[in-house]
């Protein structure tokens, strides 16, 4: 195989060369493509995932104790909107990876929310990576710089709270009206659906939301009308 993408990437992006290249060339392939080359390929980066995963909630979790004096649900709220699937899954994005990511030709041709899940997944596993192959400081590093940094948006626009439960708020305070859920469509096998929610303010459809679950679903249209509604200055 020819690991100079990675170099390259790691060089130009990360700002280090890894002492074991194969950490990161593990860090960007998803199981799909292990079972699809059994023969040559052995391990896909689901155990980086669970390590990144983990050192991510701590850093977040030290961050936020050092600098913000907030009661504990406040706390887990932040950190929650610092590390969910689309924060990571953008920072990913932003660092250009998608290319040399390895999946299989089924899952190179999945929804956009499907491939969103992926490059989060990959972004804790490249944490991982570089923390076994780096040290927690270079980790701590990383992550200040992709994810940390994102914290005074997230508060300036209050994506920290429950998008739902702010929606509500908006909604009633605004519009006079409680919002209401309405599933309109299910899409794939049972072991994998995907479920799409509106949200309706009255009988206006104001935004939808796409998930695994219709809970999920519900969570992403409030979080888009979220911002529909701060988006108009309300």
Request: charged share 30%; with cysteine.
């Amino acid at each position: 195989m020819d690991y100079t993408p990675y170099h390259e990437f790691a060089k130009e992006k990360l700002g280090f060369d890894f002492n074991d290249i194969n950490l990161l060339v593990t860090a960007l392939t998803h199981r799909s493509y292990v079972n699809e080359h059994r023969a040559s390929v052995k391990e896909h980066n689901e155990r980086l995932e669970f390590l990144g995963d983990a050192v991510l909630e701590l850093v977040s979790s030290d961050f936020l104790y050092r600098n913000y004096n907030e009661p504990e649900g406040i706390m887990t709220a932040l950190r929650a909107a610092l590390v969910r699937t689309e924060s990571i899954g953008a920072a990913g994005k932003e660092l250009g990876y998608e290319p040399l990511v390895r999946l299989s030709h089924g899952e190179k041709n999945g929804s956009e929310r499907a491939h969103d899940v992926i490059l989060a997944d990959c972004f804790e596993a490249v944490i991982g990576a570089i923390y076994l192959d780096q040290g927690y400081d270079a980790a701590k590093e990383f992550i200040g710089k992709h994810i940390l940094v994102k914290i005074d948006e997230i508060i300036e626009e209050g994506s920290w709270r429950d998008p739902k439960s702010y929606v509500q708020e908006l909604a009633q305070r605004i519009d006079g009206t409680t919002p209401a859920y309405r599933t309109l469509s299910e899409e794939g096998p049972d072991h994998n659906k995907t479920f799409k929610v509106g949200i309706y303010i009255g009988d206006k459809l104001k935004a939808t939301g796409e998930g695994h679950s219709k809970q999920e679903a519900q969570t992403e249209a409030a979080r888009v009308a979220v911002k529909l509604y701060r988006k108009a200055g309300k």
